[in-house]
């Protein structure tokens, strides 16, 4: 092969280069894990609309079985820590690594990363204290995957009002309930724990800067994906 | 190869940059791509083995039933009584030979080891995005697979629904007599899902981000593009069976019904959510082959692939039309015939596709100088073969001929005609062709082609007749045909189906001895073995770790054979530089934080 420079020609076309997708790789590798999460989800979901709609007697009434107050206050808690991811995000985007610091003539003190994640892990944390709490009371209630617990309190409400409990298809609303809120519930335990390690090994040491803050930005689309499917199963599963 | 050193400084230095590690961390937990495509590469033949061994006993009891096997007598009481299959044995056989082929040997022999060893080599770069989620992927699969075959171990043995898992015989323990078996197969594909997503995040995002200088979308080889288009497809198709099998996992465990009938649930469902599945992950099991014997046809052609860009949007058009036909993989379970009809017109249009890749095939060695060298020999056997799965699978998408063939041995043939006939056929291919690159040694040419002529013969004995069985009416998973009058005058056949399989198998021995024999005692791989234009063959054999010191960049399409540009010689790579060759634009590193 000859080693002889190109000549240089101007009318022909630059060289094509293609940079690729213009956002680096994690954040890149963050929505196609988000694209399949959806699949996932979507599977479960469509499961639940499939067996719901192909039942002929009608599910429990909205708030009959589920503590509905309970549970929009949790869905209250994950918006709010999905605000906090936010102001976590802007402030590591303009370099405020600190958790509070004073501002000259105001009296409110200034958040930092250090203290906007924390309060998010916090709230993420309480939605899964919050939701265990739910569970243990519902099955103490009686209100099991495979359906009302023979002669538990909610077993003899179906008896006396059989349409307002759903007593024919309390199985399937056992079944399709626990698998999607559980396995919300341990995408939000995940995403805990990796905001937990994060905050250690990264957020406390000072390691992210305005110029680097890739792992904040990537467990933020994670959490702020965990909060959207939260408030689509809040509707569908407890509202309607 | 002067012209290799126009390079832009890499994002980290790689090649002869990389310190020396130790025994483990190179081979054991190696987060190098080409050390987990090797392991994958063992690791799914081994699996490829057991497979082939479970059909040998399913062929054994097709063909000689009540027989007693040879080597019968090691297995337990609970497998064999006397030598003989038990049918609570045959249907486990059975279940696991598809399991095992199709999720642990053909899936991560195509994915797992020529997206792994493949994508980094040929686009250009150091390594995959995410080195160590590729070492988990591995890991992670080794142990799904490692689940999977602890169900034979288990009291009540392996499952016994068929490797599709049917509802509610799957769901229900009193119903299939399989208790620890059948919760370990959903654990297992839950962990495989988990592994493939795992590997499939980090091609695409490598395959995306970070290609050399100049390696445009369409610079890219078709294996790559194959690989890519998999990857999307596994991504997307995965999650679904996983739900599906965390579903029946709760069947089976926390008392849910989501597949029991009696409780209201939908056995119907389990098939929608598999084939939803299911149907992609055909095309997960054959676009890669594609892909790979693309390539192969070209280099073994000396002339560049007939339609390229067609031959892209081909594998596109594959995937997309792949999520919606999974229907026809139903037509007999009482779905709404309207439904069927649809499922029908568009499982037709695959055809379009197919016959344009299987025409471009024929275009690219027409009038070629072709060169008969042992992965040219089996990718030519891909296409053959391929195009019978392809015909035969014509046939069965139209509702009115799939009714009277559905569940029988006819599927079995089709199934095979493009599994083994196409997807192991281009892993013949493939496994020779970049041998020297894992291991820097040649497999040897006249081994690969006794075993070629061997494995061809056999495997269309063994094959083809199942079309004639299969529309006599023998039907798929039957414990012995010979108690059915009207499928007594086909034992003959049967018989001849397993001896040539019984040859088949001995067949492979070759390829085995062949494929260890050379690691040590091969012949010394010259550079550029088989004289073709991808980067990976910029390297020397094996590629050292981290591939290149700087990367290449790359001039021009990886199908230059016989230009005229080439002078003498009659291929072109992608990395040399001609004197008329502009530089490319450096890659631009996407700005971190935003």
């Not at chain 1, 039942?55 to 429990?60: E, G, L, N, R, S």
Request: net charge neutral; aromatic share 14%.
């Amino acid at each position: 092969m000859t080693h002889a420079t190109a000549t240089a020609d101007q009318m022909r076309p630059p060289f094509p280069a293609e940079p690729g997708a213009g956002v680096y790789s994690n954040k890149l590798g963050m929505w196609v894990f988000l694209a399949s999460d959806v699949m996932f989800f979507t599977a479960l979901i469509g499961s639940y609309i499939v067996l719901r709609f192909g039942m002929t007697d009608p599910w429990a009434a909205p708030g009959a079985v589920l503590n509905v107050p309970l549970t929009a206050f949790n869905t209250f808690l994950l918006i709010c820590s999905s605000v906090s991811m936010v102001k976590a995000y802007a402030a590591i985007a303009d370099g405020k690594k600190y958790f509070l610091r004073p501002v000259p003539g105001k009296m409110l003190r200034d958040g930092g990363l250090k203290l906007w994640l924390l309060v998010t892990i916090i709230c993420g944390a309480m939605f899964v204290g919050v939701q265990l709490l739910e569970y243990t009371k519902l099955i103490g209630h009686g209100f099991t995957p495979a359906g009302f617990r023979e002669g538990s309190q909610l077993a003899e409400h179906a008896l006396a009002d059989p349409v307002r409990f759903g007593a024919a298809t309390s199985g399937m609303y056992g079944s399709t309930f626990f698998t999607m809120t559980g396995f919300h519930g341990f995408h939000v335990t995940c995403g805990v724990i990796s905001m937990l390690y994060l905050y250690f090994t990264k957020v406390l040491p000072e390691k992210y800067s305005a110029n680097d803050h890739r792992g904040i930005e990537v467990i933020g689309l994670y959490w702020h994906f965990v909060d959207l499917v939260w408030i689509i199963l809040f509707t569908i599963v407890y509202l309607i | 190869m002067t012209s290799v050193a126009h390079a832009t400084p890499g994002a980290h230095g790689g090649g002869a940059h990389h310190a020396p590690m130790s025994f483990w961390r190179k081979y054991i937990f190696s987060t190098d791509h080409k050390i987990i495509g090797i392991q994958f590469l063992f690791v799914s033949l081994f699996f490829l083995l057991v497979g082939g061994f479970l059909a040998m006993q399913i062929r054994w009891q097709l063909g000689f039933p009540g027989k007693p096997m040879p080597g019968g007598g090691i297995l337990p009481e609970s497998m064999v009584v006397n030598g003989v299959i038990l049918p609570e044995y045959y249907i486990q056989l059975v279940t696991m030979h598809g399991t095992f082929m199709v999720f642990f040997a053909i899936m991560p022999l195509l994915v797992g080891v020529y997206a792994n060893f493949l994508i980094p080599l040929k686009i250009g770069t150091h390594d995959m995005a995410f080195p160590r989620i590729n070492m988990a992927s591995f890991w992670l699969a080794l142990l799904a697979g490692l689940i999977m075959l602890a169900g034979f171990f288990v009291p009540d043995g392996a499952p016994r629904a068929g490797w599709t898992m049917y509802a509610p015989l799957s769901a229900r323990p009193d119903l299939s007599g399989v208790t620890i078996g059948q919760k370990l197969w959903c654990i297992s594909i839950v962990a495989l899902g988990l592994s493939s997503v795992m590997g499939s995040v980090n091609y695409i995002t490598t395959i995306i981000n970070h290609r050399a200088p100049g390696m445009t979308w369409f610079r890219m080889p078709l294996s790559v593009w194959a690989l890519f288009i998999t990857a999307i497809l596994a991504v997307l198709a995965l999650p679904v069976l996983q739900g599906a099998a965390i579903m029946l996992l709760f069947d089976q465990t926390i008392g849910t019904h989501f597949f029991d009938p009696i409780a209201g649930g939908q056995a119907l469902l389990w098939q929608h959510l598999f084939w939803f599945f299911g149907h992609p992950e055909v095309y997960i099991l054959i676009l890669p082959a594609m892909g790979m014997v693309s390539d192969i046809i070209a280099n073994g052609s000396r002339k560049p692939i007939f339609g390229y860009h067609s031959m892209v949007f081909a594998i596109v058009g594959i995937a997309f039309l792949g999520w919606l036909v999974w229907g026809h993989h139903m037509f007999m379970s009482g779905m709404n015939p309207t439904l069927g009809s649809t499922f029908m017109v568009s499982t037709l249009l695959i055809a379009v596709p197919s016959a344009i890749k299987v025409f471009n095939w024929l275009g690219t060695m027409w009038r070629g100088n072709l060169r008969f060298h042992v992965p040219m020999m089996n990718a030519i056997g891909f296409v053959s073969m391929f195009t019978i799965g392809g015909l035969s699978g014509i046939f069965m998408a139209a509702t009115p001929v799939d009714i009277p063939l559905h569940d029988t041995q006819f599927i079995v043939a089709h199934i095979h005609y493009v599994l083994f006939g196409g997807s192991l056929f281009a892993l013949f291919a493939a496994i020779p062709y970049w041998y020297p690159k894992m291991f820097g040694r040649m497999m040897d040419e006249r081994i690969g082609k006794i075993h070629f002529w061997l494995t061809f013969i056999t495997y269309n004995f063994t094959f083809f007749p199942m079309h004639i069985i299969g529309m006599g009416g023998q039907m798929r998973r039957i414990y012995d045909p010979t108690v059915y009058d009207f499928l007594k005058p086909q034992q003959p056949l049967n018989v001849l189906i397993s001896i040539s399989a019984f040859a088949l198998f001995a067949s492979q021995l070759l390829f085995a001895f062949n494929f260890l024999w050379s690691l040590k005692k091969g012949k010394r791989a010259p550079q550029n073995p088989w004289d073709d234009n991808g980067l990976e063959w910029s390297l020397p054999n094996p590629a050292p770790h981290g591939n290149w010191e700087q990367i290449p960049n790359v001039y021009r399409g990886p199908y230059e054979f016989s230009a005229p540009e080439a002078g003498n010689a009659d291929f072109l790579p992608q990395y040399v530089k001609l004197p008329t060759d502009r530089d490319p634009a450096p890659a631009i590193a996407p700005a971190a934080g935003h």
